[in-house]
């Protein structure tokens, strides 16, 4: 049995030429994640890490990159070899002569050789490009490497070959999105879109977080989704008032909020989305203002993205529009810039207000450049994501707000003057929920 590969090869093979483009006479080596056990001998599903996909396509593990831009050969990968009984367990393998075949590869060795062939390649460099401490297996590797191009290199006084940080490298090139990218991301976007609808429909008193979730990932997969992007949060009641909740086991209450924080991965780009709406379909007045007041926050901050402004403008705005909404409920009291100093609002908004959206759910790119916030500019993809949590047990909150947890999220494309909301198609006003919730 044989495979042919899903992706338009010469995408990565381009990438690869604009990643040497910015390191003339280095190299950047990139290496597979590792398989991890899930229990006793069964693995999580595998995933491949974001850099070595974005470069290569390739999906396998036990796998890495050496590109070295100008030299022959100038990319070289090192790949399991063909084993037919592995393969009867475990499914094909392309093997070193399928990677240069079929994934625009210069030359592909068995991946047990690499220790002993990379010093070759990397001894014609003057310095690499690799992420350190996030395979450990993989930093040992490079350090028997690094060791042997030393010595290769005899008495010349180069000493080790520098070390520089591929993330921040690849992290740059994949921060603007190409057409192809963006087209993959609003496929995302819009099956974890069409997902959260079908969500609300099914929503209503006595079902389960967890049959919630069933809704959402059946949606995912017969969506053409892969996997979800993400650990599916589906928090009802006071669980919402917990970021990262994922339980996801307990029943939805009558009058009871239910958050949900879910997205679909569609060929190696996530959506993010965030709704949060009544188990009932009918928001109490308390809910209806904690509500109303995020979503003012939320589509304020959308409506004032556009290139030229910083990322840190737009989290500066969500603190002080939300420190407004806490002062008018209630919540804190005293000088809104006394307030903000002393980091008061973030006993009920402990969060940021976005962040950059792509591969992974939290993306590659860099907020900073040289201390300085960056300017957005087109093509930029990220979040917006106002919350306000207020647990059932905070004695200092009005008892009528006590155990509110409300998020919105969408995911925007910066455009030459604005923005483009990608999660539009999900409901967030109040009377389009209402319209929505239950009607499965």
């Not at 099956?191 to 959402?216: C, D, N, W, Y």
């Amino acid at each position: 049995m044989s495979r042919k590969p899903i992706y338009d090869m010469n995408i990565f093979s381009e990438r690869r030429k604009k990643a040497g483009e910015q390191i003339p006479g280095g190299a950047l080596v990139v290496a597979s994640h590792p398989e991890y056990i899930r229990n006793h001998d069964c693995h999580f599903p595998y995933r491949q890490d974001s850099n070595l996909f974005y470069l290569t396509g390739w999906e396998e593990p036990e796998s890495v990159l050496i590109h070295r831009p100008g030299l022959t050969p100038e990319t070289v990968m090192f790949v399991r070899r063909r084993d037919v009984e592995r393969e009867t367990w475990d499914g094909f393998r392309y093997g070193p002569e399928g990677c240069e075949r079929e994934f625009k590869i210069d030359k592909a060795y068995p991946f047990d050789e690499l220790t002993k062939v990379a010093p070759q390649l990397l001894k014609e460099v003057d310095r690499v490009y690799y992420s350190q401490y996030k395979n450990q297996e993989m930093d040992h590797k490079m350090q028997e490497i690094l060791q042997t191009v030393k010595a290769l290199q005899g008495r010349m006084g180069n000493g080790l070959l520098a070390i520089h940080d591929a993330d921040i490298l690849l992290g740059e090139l994949r921060l603007v999105k190409s057409e192809y990218e963006l087209t993959q991301l609003r496929e995302a976007c819009e099956i974890s879109a069409q997902a959260h609808l079908a969500a609300m429909r099914f929503t209503r008193p006595g079902v389960t977080e967890r049959q919630v979730q069933g809704v959402l990932a059946h949606n995912f997969y017969m969506r053409g989704s892969a996997r979800e992007g993400y650990n599916y949060i589906v928090a009802s009641g006071n669980a919402a008032t917990t970021l990262h909740y994922n339980f996801n086991d307990q029943v939805c209450k009558d009058g009871d909020l239910l958050l949900i924080d879910a997205g679909a991965e569609f060929n190696y780009y996530t959506g993010d989305i965030t709704r949060t709406y009544p188990v009932n379909g009918k928001f109490t007045d308390e809910q209806a203002r904690v509500y109303e007041g995020v979503l003012k926050v939320q589509k304020q901050i959308c409506d004032y993205v556009k290139p030229g402004i910083f990322f840190k403008d737009l989290h500066d705005m969500g603190t002080s529009l939300l420190t407004d909404l806490m002062l008018d409920l209630g919540l804190l009291s005293g000088r809104k810039d006394d307030l903000i100093q002393a980091l008061a609002q973030k006993k009920y908004y402990p969060h940021g207000i976005g962040h950059w959206l792509g591969m992974d759910v939290h993306d590659a790119g860099l907020y900073f450049k040289k201390n300085e916030p960056r300017p957005i500019e087109a093509n930029m993809c990220f979040t917006i994501e106002p919350g306000l949590y207020i647990p059932a047990d905070d004695a200092s909150a009005p008892q009528k707000y006590r155990g509110i947890g409300i998020r919105i999220e969408d995911n925007l494309r910066v455009t030459s003057s604005g923005s483009e909301n990608m999660t539009s198609s999900v409901p967030k006003e109040i009377a389009d929920i209402e319209k929505v919730v239950g009607q499965a």
